[in-house]
């Protein structure tokens, strides 16, 4: 049992990581515009997607070095899936920023299900797929069973901290993260003070797009497969894992992804795989009756 009970804590902890990079992208236009964009799901399914392109493409030239191959995948899906988030945020958001709340959310919606018909169109409605690239694994022998930790698995992990950490970086001691700070917390004095707050929620949209295109290079290498409606479900348990840290929080989205991660793999492991959907949104539901402001949010004050 204690076996199992640490298998589905690492197996949680590298969903969760992905789960908290997805988050990220919720987090950070909530912390700057106020909204949730709705397409951020799709843009995730987008770099699933491109990262198997780019896969292929780098393996019909005879690249085989692993180094080199994530490397080249991660920085073309990154760069596209930016252009991507650049694109949602000027024709889904600017032209409605002044609008009532209601209508981006709708535009994003709709933007969403965009994304979905247009990958199915162009890819194909079947399961697409991508062979292992990093094999092995770490074996730890626990009483009667042993305990798996595969190499990907360990890359994945890895790969999440340290863009978290550049990110994290980014926004603590950098010119744009200042930027970013300042439209956050007043953004008719940031535009004041000469901050060109358009720029800036543009930046947060394609930074967002780009944790994301880490997410889905990473997660497409654990499990291999995708589908055009990939991002819908894990779009959910990304805001989901966004809320339970605090939404606006960038410690709290992967605070929450990790924690959502390991919920939902204790959850498949103890009672049934079956459900741990139900699971996720059940907890979403939760959360938002008893601690709308997340583990590490703050209580929104209504200023009069």
């Known amino acids: 049992m204690d076996g199992i009970f640490l298998q589905q804590t690492i197996n949680g902890l590298t969903l969760g990581a992905v789960y908290g990079l997805i988050a990220i992208g919720y987090t950070?236009?909530?912390?700057?515009?106020?909204?949730?964009?709705?397409?951020?799901g799709e843009v995730y399914m987008i770099s699933a997607y491109l990262a198997a392109?780019?896969?292929?493409i780098l393996a019909s030239?005879?690249?085989?070095?692993?180094?080199?191959?994530?490397?080249?995948?991660?920085?073309?899906?990154?760069?596209?899936?930016?252009?991507y988030g650049w694109v949602i945020e000027r024709v889904a958001y600017k032209p409605l920023r002044n609008s009532t709340r209601l209508a981006p959310l709708i535009s994003a919606i709709g933007m969403s299900l965009v994304l979905q018909n247009y990958v199915q169109i162009s890819q194909g409605a079947r399961q697409q797929g991508v062979p292992t690239?990093?094999?092995?694994?770490?074996?730890?022998n626990i009483g009667e069973g042993f305990v798996q930790l595969t190499y990907t698995?360990?890359?994945?992990?890895?790969?999440?901290?340290?863009?978290?950490?550049?990110?994290?970086?980014?926004i603590q001691y950098t010119k744009l993260g200042r930027m970013?700070?300042?439209?956050?917390?007043?953004?008719?004095?940031a535009s004041i003070l000469g901050i060109n707050t358009d720029r800036v929620i543009s930046y947060v949209f394609v930074i967002g797009a780009a944790m994301a295109a880490l997410a889905g290079v990473l997660i497409t290498m654990n499990y291999g497969t995708f589908d055009f409606y990939a991002g819908f479900i894990i779009g959910i348990k990304a805001f989901t894992a966004a809320v339970l840290g605090g939404i606006g929080s960038l410690p709290g989205a992967m605070l929450g992804g990790l924690i959502l991660g390991v919920a939902e793999?204790?959850?498949s492991s103890m009672v049934n795989t079956d459900y741990k959907d139900v699971?996720?949104?059940?907890l979403l539901v939760l959360i938002l009756i008893f601690r709308p402001q997340g583990l590490l949010g703050r209580p929104h004050v209504a200023k009069v």
């Open 153 to 170: 698995k360990v890359f994945i992990l890895i790969a999440a901290f340290v863009g978290m950490a550049l990110l994290t970086y980014v």
């Open 61 to 83: 030239f005879g690249l085989e070095s692993f180094p080199l191959l994530i490397l080249g995948t991660l920085l073309f899906t990154i760069c596209i899936t930016g252009v």
């Open 133 to 140: 690239l990093l094999e092995g694994a770490f074996k730890l």
């Open 265 to 267: 793999s204790q959850f």
């Open 279 to 282: 699971f996720s949104f059940s």
């Open 53 to 56: 392109i780019t896969l292929a």
């Open 28 to 40: 950070m236009v909530y912390g700057i515009i106020g909204m949730i964009n709705f397409a951020h």
């Open 180 to 189: 970013c700070r300042a439209t956050q917390q007043d953004r008719k004095m």
